[in-house]
């Protein structure tokens, strides 16, 4: 289960520095400006929650592989970003961002539950580090995030921490998979069927 673990973890690195240097060259960035944001979506969002944990350096400060994977991941976005436009990438980049969402949002999960911390305080670690590079990202290059739009990604990554901490008196391989399988099941579910959270209607609002 740990290698599986570090598997995962690897694929949400990478499909996060991913997604984070696409949206780079799409928005006219330079080379620096495209890893900078693939930095930035892996990474930001665990950085602060370890910071709120007390984990004083964070674990990706005293682990540079992880740091050159993504930079070497922004660099080849930056220079091969045509082929990710394809649909059957796109459709690879979607899976794989949902795994690393999964993984990241376990994991978060696992932290929170390390230190102690109840249930909702468990929910909001894990969504932080599973979307919270993403969150940044968005507002450095000038967008409402993600995460606050209509689509199942903060909620699916607060599902899997409430179910990882639910599970954990069974055993942290058990909350693992429970945690993981909940993420994945409501991210791919919802996103197949179309599923999308309330929203005000803004006729009415004004």
């Not at 984070?20 to 006219?28: I, N, Q, T």
């Not at 690393?100 to 929170?112: E, I, S």
């Not at 969150?135 to 689509?151: F, K, N, Q, S």
Request: hydrophobic residues 55%.
């Amino acid at each position: 289960m740990v290698s599986l673990l570090g598997l995962l973890n690897y694929i949400g690195i990478v499909s996060f520095s991913a997604s984070g240097a696409l949206k780079g060259v799409r928005k006219g960035l330079d080379i620096f400006g495209v890893a900078v944001l693939g930095l930035v979506t892996s990474y930001a969002g665990g950085i602060i929650a370890e910071v709120l944990l007390g984990m004083v350096p964070p674990l990706v400060l005293k682990d540079p592989l992880d740091l050159l994977m993504s930079i070497a991941v922004s660099i080849g976005v930056f220079y091969f970003w045509r082929a990710l436009q394809r649909p059957s990438t796109a459709k690879a980049l979607f899976v794989a961002d949902a795994i690393g969402l999964a993984d990241f949002a376990v994991f978060g999960a696992y932290l929170a539950t390390s230190r102690g911390l109840n249930v909702v305080a468990v929910a909001i670690i894990a969504t932080l580090v599973g979307t919270g590079g993403g969150a940044l990202r968005d507002v450095l290059v000038g967008e409402i995030p993600m995460v606050l739009r209509r689509e199942i990604y903060a909620t699916a990554a607060a599902a899997g921490g409430v179910v990882y901490y639910l599970a954990q008196e069974l055993s942290k391989v058990y909350a693992s998979a429970f945690g993981l399988v909940t993420v994945l099941a409501l991210r791919l579910v919802s996103y197949e069927l179309g599923l999308e959270l309330p929203r005000a209607n803004q006729a009415q609002a004004v």
